[in-house]
């Protein structure tokens, strides 16, 4: 069967695509699962024959590079009964995707049979949606890798008996739709191994809590940046600080910012990278706890740094040229996850870094165009109704293509980007 290429304004105008990661119990990220949402309502033209609809998912999926979409983490793609029997399934890259066995497909000897076949090509499967033990559940979970367990449906109390049944040395126990710190506390004593929901994302606020001292260092340099300070006095600042010092070294060192030799000086490096490169590193430094190594997989540095850099290319396609309206535009993004990571109110957040008042209305109101974006953003991360998202992107004379080239430009820079940090 012929697929039509993901780049295809066609193609590209009938789907938004969500990104949700699952994390493993150290709080990394693992994993993301790609959820297509039908934009239809955006052109009157609705994807309701099976088959195409499975094979246009499929065709995003395989055509656009996992590499490119989830980084280093796995895939995991929803498939239905009609496209896991379908012959373009095998278009993904089985080293790179996990199935996952929609809540429709029933157990037939035709469907296990097909999953056999298909494990024995090298993929490997999940099982979505379950909520208690039927005869489907029964029969597929023996033929899967992970268990999703949908804890938002089940009956109250019902869930430690199931997680019971199914706990398994074959199979890992994933909990979905995770939206609190205590859900997630519940399902690692019940020896969930992956999570997926924004618990991480959630502001935990902790009465007298402070900012760390070298998060206040980072947010003193963002402050020298922002009112133009000499260069002798930001190195001053960058060398008082060791822990930044030592990040901005490994940073510029990095094919990401592209040095022609090897950079050891404090005030070498600072040239390169330039102010503006400076701010953007800073405020994405503020997520880095310690100065650990692999931390860009850290959810909640991803979850930031996407958010900006969507939102800098955003206020691009908008306004060609106005790069200091992008920088902005990159500043809500990165500084919207801000009370989360201090444990603090927004509003005390912005109390120990001086923003502008389009910044400070859009974090605290979601007011304004920045607002708006940022608003769309965060209703496309949670994979809601297509047709909501598509009157937001009305609202902000955006389509729903341009939307799909702004979001795979800001995960490939996103991922090149962090592993620099």
């Given at each position: ?67 490119q ?35 429709t ?5 035709a ?47 019902t ?14 126990l994933?909990?979905e ?8 506390q ?75 030799q ?29 100065g ?43 500084m ?5 990571l ?26 304004g ?31 729903p293509?341009?939307?799909?080239a ?16």
């Amino acid at each position: 069967m012929m697929l039509a290429s993901p780049a295809s304004p066609k193609l590209a105008d009938n789907f938004f695509l969500a990104r949700q990661p699952i994390l493993n119990r150290g709080q990394r990220l693992v994993a993301y699962e790609l959820l297509f949402r039908d934009a239809g309502s955006y052109n009157g033209a609705h994807v309701t024959d099976d088959i195409q609809a499975t094979a246009t998912v499929i065709a995003h999926a395989s055509e656009l590079g996992m590499g490119q979409v989830v980084g280093d983490q796995m895939a995991f793609v929803n498939v239905d009964a009609v496209g896991l029997m379908s012959d373009f399934i095998r278009f993904l890259p089985n080293d790179k995707v996990i199935l996952e066995l929609l809540e429709t497909v029933k157990a037939t000897p035709a469907v296990l049979a097909r999953v056999r076949e298909l494990k024995e090509a090298g993929f490997r499967f999940a099982l979505d949606d379950v909520i208690g033990q039927t005869e489907d559940v029964q029969k597929l979970t023996p033929l899967c890798d992970v268990i999703k367990v949908d804890i938002k449906d089940m009956q109250p109390g019902t869930l430690p008996a199931l997680a019971r049944v199914l706990k398994n040395p074959k199979q890992k126990l994933l909990a979905e739709k995770v939206e609190t710190v205590e859900e997630f506390q519940q399902c690692m004593d019940l020896g969930f191994e992956y999570f997926q929901g924004y618990y991480f994302a959630r502001p935990v606020i902790l009465s007298g809590k402070k900012i760390s001292p070298s998060q206040m260092s980072v947010l003193h340099l963002l402050e020298l940046l922002d009112n133009d300070a000499s260069s002798a006095e930001i190195e001053r600042s960058v060398k008082h600080d060791a822990l930044i010092t030592l990040n901005l070294l490994r940073l510029v060192n990095t094919p990401a910012v592209g040095a022609r030799q090897r950079i050891n000086s404090v005030s070498h490096a600072l040239m390169v990278l330039g102010r503006r490169q400076l701010r953007r590193w800073l405020q994405i430094l503020l997520y880095v706890k310690n100065g650990g190594t692999q931390e860009f997989t850290s959810p909640l540095l991803q979850l930031a740094t996407t958010r900006g850099k969507t939102m800098e290319l955003m206020v691009e396609h908008r306004q060609p040229g106005q790069r200091v309206s992008a920088d902005i535009g990159f500043t809500v993004g990165v500084m919207s996850l801000m009370d989360t990571l201090f444990s603090i109110q927004m509003r005390d957040v912005l109390e120990s870094v001086n923003v502008l008042d389009d910044v400070r209305g859009a974090l605290l109101h979601r007011a304004g165009d920045y607002g708006n974006m940022l608003s769309l953003i965060e209703h496309l991360e949670s994979g809601r109704d297509g047709r909501v998202l598509a009157q937001m992107l009305h609202q902000l004379s955006l389509r729903p293509s341009d939307l799909y080239a702004i979001q795979l430009a800001a995960i490939e820079w996103v991922t090149e980007y962090t592993r620099g940090i």
